[in-house]
């Protein structure tokens, strides 16, 4: 089995900065690219930021200069530093890994449950 756990969310002021992380664990033998996505009520997930195994990053275009996506390979885990945070930024976030969980098996997505951002105005 394989769980992804976020944590870090929260609510903060207009302009104000929060920190998401993403663990995975379990039965893993690699992980490609991470990414997180968001879902503001009455509205679709979105995907808001990616990275490859390799570093490679990509934003949407409603974030970039603002957020920034890392991971750390050793500990499984991949983080979202936001920054400049507007209430359009508020939603539930939610992390999502393609995971292999042996050599012979094909990435496979998983996610986590979901955080709350909320940003006052």
């Known amino acids: 089995q394989v769980q992804l756990v976020e944590s870090g969310g929260g609510l903060v002021q207009t302009g104000g900065s929060l920190r998401l992380s993403c663990a995975a664990s379990?039965?893993?033998?690699?992980?490609?690219?991470m990414d997180w996505y968001r879902q503001a009520p009455g509205k679709q997930r979105e995907l808001v930021a990616t990275?490859?195994?390799?570093?490679?990053?990509n934003y949407a275009d409603s974030v970039k200069g603002r957020f920034t996506i890392s991971r750390d390979n050793a500990k499984n885990t991949v983080y979202l530093q936001m920054n400049s945070l507007k209430p359009e930024d508020t939603a539930i976030y939610y992390c999502k890994a393609d995971i292999a969980t042996t050599v012979r098996t094909t990435w496979i997505p998983y996610w986590g449950q979901g955080t709350q951002v909320t940003v006052s105005a």
């Open positions: 379990g039965s893993i033998f690699s992980i490609n690219t």
């Open positions: 990275i490859t195994r390799g570093g490679t990053t």
